[in-house]
C-alpha cells in the first residue's frame, strides 16, 4: 500500500492561515470519509487532530479544520501560531488493506 | 485520562528478538481495537498490526507476517509485540496506539513510543 500524498514542507506568519493537501486514490480517500489528520512535535507521539474528514476531537483547537475534495483532503490551520510548528500526517481507511494507510508528512514551519 | 504506556524498546541484534509491552489505563481497555504504529527515524508513520478486541483477529504489515505476533491481555490492560528475527529495516520507534470506536483506522490516543535499535 503506497503512502498518500503530502507537501514535504509548508510555511506561514503568524496569523495567517495555511493548508495541507493528502492526495489519494478512490480506494481510500476518494471513496470513504475516514480520513484523519495527526500533528507531532519533535521526540513526541502524535496527536490526533481530525477524524472523519473534518471533525475535532473535544480539545483540540477550531483554528484547525478540514475537507475533502475527490481524492485529496486537506487540513487547514487559521491563525497560523508558534506551537503550530510540527509535522502534520494525514491517514486513510483503505479498501486494499487491513491496516489503512498513512499520508508521507508535511513540516510546518511559523515564519 | 488514557493512558498508554510501552516499554521494552531496545538495542538488539539483527536476528535476535524483542517483546514490547504497552500498558493501558483510564478506559475500558477490552472494548477497543489496538494497534502497534513505528516510526522509522526520521520517517513516516506505519501502521505494523492492529488487534481485534478479544484478541481473535489481528493483522500484520506485510513486511512482518510471520516474525511478529500481537497479542493482548484484557485482564491487565495490557498490549504486547513479539519480534522475532529482527532486522535493520525494524529500528523505530514503536508506538502503542487505541483505535478510535467507530472511525475506520483512526488512532485516537497514542503512547509515548518506546525505542528499537537493531544492530550489530
Known amino acids: 500500500q503506497s503512502a498518500l500524498t503530502q507537501p514535504a514542507s509548508v510555511s506561514g506568519s503568524p496569523g495567517q492561515s495555511i493548508t495541507i493537501s493528502c492526495t489519494g486514490v478512490t480506494s481510500d480517500i476518494g471513496g470513504y470519509n475516514y480520513v484523519s489528520w495527526y500533528q507531532q512535535h519533535p521526540g513526541k507521539a502524535p496527536k490526533l487532530m481530525i477524524y472523519d474528514v473534518s471533525n475535532r476531537p473535544s480539545g483540540v483547537s477550531n483554528r484547525f479544520s478540514g475537507s475533502k475534495s475527490g481524492n485529496t483532503a486537506s487540513l487547514t490551520i487559521s491563525g497560523l501560531q508558534a506551537e503550530d510548528e510540527a509535522d502534520y500526517y494525514c491517514g486513510s481507511y483503505t479498501s486494499t488493506s487491513t491496516l489503512g494507510v498513512f499520508g508521507s508528512g508535511t513540516k510546518v514551519t511559523v515564519l | 485520562e488514557v493512558q498508554l504506556v510501552e516499554s521494552g524498546g531496545d538495542l538488539v541484534q539483527p536476528g535476535g528478538s524483542l517483546r514490547l509491552s504497552c500498558e493501558a489505563s483510564g478506559f475500558v481497555f477490552s472494548r477497543y481495537w489496538m494497534s502497534w504504529i513505528r516510526q522509522a527515524p526520521g520517517k513516516g508513520l506505519e501502521r505494523v498490526a492492529n488487534i481485534r478486541q478479544d484478541g481473535v483477529e489481528s493483522y500484520y504489515v506485510d513486511s512482518v507476517k510471520g516474525r511478529f505476533t500481537i497479542s493482548r491481555d484484557n485482564t491487565e490492560n495490557s498490549l504486547y509485540l513479539q519480534m522475532n528475527d529482527l532486522r535493520a529495516e525494524d529500528t523505530a520507534v514503536y508506538f502503542c496506539?487505541?483505535?478510535?470506536?467507530?472511525?475506520?483506522?483512526?488512532?485516537?490516543?497514542w503512547g509515548q513510543g518506546t525505542l528499537v535499535t537493531v544492530s550489530s
Open positions: 496506539a487505541r483505535r478510535q470506536l467507530g472511525a475506520a483506522d483512526t488512532s485516537d490516543f
